[in-house]
Nanobody
């Protein structure tokens, strides 16, 4: 089992920045990749970014490329999502997820999920 806990969400004005953290515990040696997803009420969960845990390869949704940066700190077993130039449409609950088998953009490929953290961007 892998446990994930997000932190760092909050309220920010458009154009501002936030950094989300995802602390992993449990059988963390089995993590192959970490992803970030976001969701609004009544909508499907949307891929934001992903990173391979060992090699650090990164992947981004077109909507956030150039504004968001995903990273990980292996020693702390923590992943990060740096969000810059935030827009009101970035408002959502952001969740991190761990995949045991590969880097992917689909929720179906992730095995463990955090509880989510709310990000609200005001105009």
């Amino acid at each position: 089992q892998v446990q994930l806990v997000e932190s760092g969400g909050g309220l920010v004005q458009a154009g501002g920045s936030l950094r989300l953290s995802c602390a992993a515990s449990g059988r963390t040696s089995s993590i192959y990749a970490m992803g970030w997803f976001r969701q609004n009420p009544g909508k499907e969960r949307e891929f934001v970014a992903a990173i391979s845990w060992s090699g650090g390869r990164t992947y981004y949704a077109d909507s956030v490329r150039g504004r968001f940066a995903i990273s990980r700190e292996s020693a702390k077993i923590t992943g990060y999502l740096e969000m810059n130039s935030l827009k009101p449409e970035d408002t959502a609950v952001y969740s991190c997820a761990a995949s045991l088998f590969g880097v992917a953009t689909s929720t179906r490929e992730y095995d463990y999920w955090g509880q989510g953290t709310q990000v609200t961007v005001s105009s």
